[in-house]
Protein backbone atom coordinates (compact mmCIF):
# COMPACT_ATOMS: atom_id res chain seq x y z
CA UNK A 1 0.00 0.00 0.00
CA UNK A 2 3.35 2.33 0.81
CA UNK A 3 3.55 3.08 -2.79
CA UNK A 4 0.51 3.66 -3.82
CA UNK A 5 0.08 6.67 -1.25
CA UNK A 6 1.81 9.15 -3.17
CA UNK A 7 -0.58 8.91 -6.24
CA UNK A 8 -3.37 8.63 -3.90
CA UNK A 9 -2.64 11.53 -1.71
CA UNK A 10 -1.68 13.54 -5.19
CA UNK A 11 -5.31 12.84 -5.83
CA UNK A 12 -7.06 13.52 -2.91
CA UNK A 13 -5.40 17.02 -3.04
CA UNK A 14 -6.50 17.55 -6.43
CA UNK A 15 -10.27 16.02 -5.53
CA UNK A 16 -9.93 18.60 -2.56
CA UNK A 17 -9.33 21.57 -4.95
CA UNK A 18 -11.89 20.70 -7.13
CA UNK A 19 -14.41 20.64 -4.54
CA UNK A 20 -12.84 23.65 -2.68
CA UNK A 21 -13.50 25.52 -6.63
CA UNK A 22 -17.23 24.22 -6.61
CA UNK A 23 -18.04 24.99 -3.36
CA UNK A 24 -17.08 28.88 -3.90
CA UNK A 25 -19.13 28.85 -7.30
CA UNK A 26 -22.15 27.44 -5.47
CA UNK A 27 -21.78 30.62 -2.55
CA UNK A 28 -21.68 32.91 -5.26
CA UNK A 29 -24.56 31.83 -6.50
CA UNK A 30 -26.50 31.76 -3.11
CA UNK A 31 -26.88 27.98 -2.99
CA UNK A 32 -25.90 27.75 0.71
CA UNK A 33 -27.04 23.85 1.25
CA UNK A 34 -25.03 22.60 -1.53
CA UNK A 35 -21.92 25.02 -0.89
CA UNK A 36 -21.86 23.48 3.24
CA UNK A 37 -22.48 19.58 1.70
CA UNK A 38 -19.57 20.48 -0.67
CA UNK A 39 -16.98 22.27 1.92
CA UNK A 40 -17.56 19.77 4.62
CA UNK A 41 -16.33 17.11 1.65
CA UNK A 42 -13.70 19.61 0.98
CA UNK A 43 -12.82 18.95 4.50
CA UNK A 44 -12.95 15.68 4.92
CA UNK A 45 -11.27 14.63 1.63
CA UNK A 46 -8.24 17.07 2.96
CA UNK A 47 -8.47 15.05 6.48
CA UNK A 48 -8.21 11.53 4.46
CA UNK A 49 -5.00 13.32 2.72
CA UNK A 50 -3.59 14.17 5.75
CA UNK A 51 -3.64 10.80 7.40
CA UNK A 52 -2.30 9.62 4.35
CA UNK A 53 0.64 11.87 3.69
CA UNK A 54 1.19 11.03 7.65
CA UNK A 55 1.32 7.51 7.36
CA UNK A 56 3.23 7.49 3.97
CA UNK A 57 6.03 9.62 5.83
CA UNK A 58 5.98 7.60 8.99
CA UNK A 59 7.04 4.72 7.23
CA UNK A 60 9.35 6.09 4.30
CA UNK A 61 10.89 9.06 6.06
CA UNK A 62 11.54 12.00 3.58
CA UNK A 63 12.10 11.95 -0.13
CA UNK A 64 14.28 13.66 -1.89
CA UNK A 65 14.27 15.55 -4.92
CA UNK A 66 17.12 14.70 -7.22
CA UNK A 67 16.97 17.08 -9.58
CA UNK A 68 19.91 19.36 -9.88
CA UNK A 69 19.89 22.95 -11.68
CA UNK A 70 17.02 25.59 -12.36
CA UNK A 71 14.56 22.49 -11.47
CA UNK A 72 15.93 21.96 -8.25
CA UNK A 73 15.44 25.98 -7.62
CA UNK A 74 11.49 25.89 -8.94
CA UNK A 75 11.14 22.34 -7.03
CA UNK A 76 12.48 23.51 -3.60
CA UNK A 77 10.63 27.14 -3.69
CA UNK A 78 7.32 25.93 -4.88
CA UNK A 79 7.56 23.12 -2.24
CA UNK A 80 9.13 25.99 0.62
CA UNK A 81 6.01 27.83 -0.27
CA UNK A 82 3.57 24.99 -0.08
CA UNK A 83 4.78 23.69 3.25
CA UNK A 84 4.72 26.98 5.04
CA UNK A 85 1.10 27.58 3.97
CA UNK A 86 -0.10 23.81 4.69
CA UNK A 87 0.62 24.14 8.20
CA UNK A 88 -1.90 27.03 8.37
CA UNK A 89 -4.84 24.72 6.88
CA UNK A 90 -6.01 22.88 9.16
CA UNK A 91 -6.29 25.53 11.81
CA UNK A 92 -7.87 28.04 9.43
CA UNK A 93 -9.96 24.91 7.55
CA UNK A 94 -11.24 24.06 10.97
CA UNK A 95 -12.20 27.81 12.49
CA UNK A 96 -14.11 28.29 8.90
CA UNK A 97 -16.25 25.35 8.98
CA UNK A 98 -17.05 25.50 12.92
CA UNK A 99 -18.54 29.29 11.88
CA UNK A 100 -20.26 28.22 8.74
CA UNK A 101 -21.98 25.03 10.70
CA UNK A 102 -22.93 27.79 13.71
CA UNK A 103 -24.19 30.45 11.48
CA UNK A 104 -21.74 33.16 12.42
CA UNK A 105 -21.74 34.09 8.47
CA UNK A 106 -20.03 38.03 9.33
CA UNK A 107 -17.14 36.34 10.91
CA UNK A 108 -17.28 32.87 8.72
CA UNK A 109 -16.72 35.11 5.62
CA UNK A 110 -14.09 37.19 6.67
CA UNK A 111 -12.10 34.40 7.51
CA UNK A 112 -12.80 32.55 4.46
CA UNK A 113 -11.76 35.30 2.37
CA UNK A 114 -8.38 34.02 3.35
CA UNK A 115 -9.07 30.24 4.11
CA UNK A 116 -10.24 29.38 0.41
CA UNK A 117 -6.88 31.07 -1.66
CA UNK A 118 -4.80 29.70 0.59
CA UNK A 119 -6.09 26.23 1.03
CA UNK A 120 -6.74 25.78 -3.12
CA UNK A 121 -2.84 26.84 -3.47
CA UNK A 122 -1.99 24.09 -0.59
CA UNK A 123 -4.09 21.54 -3.01
CA UNK A 124 -2.95 22.52 -6.12
CA UNK A 125 0.76 22.77 -5.51
CA UNK A 126 0.77 19.51 -3.78
CA UNK A 127 -0.09 18.23 -6.49
CA UNK A 128 2.67 19.82 -8.55
CA UNK A 129 4.98 18.78 -5.75
CA UNK A 130 4.19 15.18 -6.16
CA UNK A 131 4.03 15.46 -10.15
CA UNK A 132 7.69 17.03 -10.04
CA UNK A 133 8.61 14.67 -6.95
CA UNK A 134 7.61 11.52 -8.87
CA UNK A 135 7.57 12.28 -12.16
CA UNK A 136 10.14 14.42 -13.16
Same mark, same amino acid.
Given at each position: ?????? /??? *????? /? *? *?????????? #????? #?????????????????? $?AGYLT???????????????????? $?? #? $?????VLAAAVPVLAIVTLRRGLAARYDKHRRIAHWTLPIWLYVSVTGVVVYVMLYHF
Amino acid at each position: MTPLLP /AVN *AFLNA /A *A *AVLLVWGYTL #IRRKR #IRTHRRVMTAAFFVSCLF $LAGYLTYHYQVGTVRFRKTGAIRAVY $LS #I $LASHTVLAAAVPVLAIVTLRRGLAARYDKHRRIAHWTLPIWLYVSVTGVVVYVMLYHF
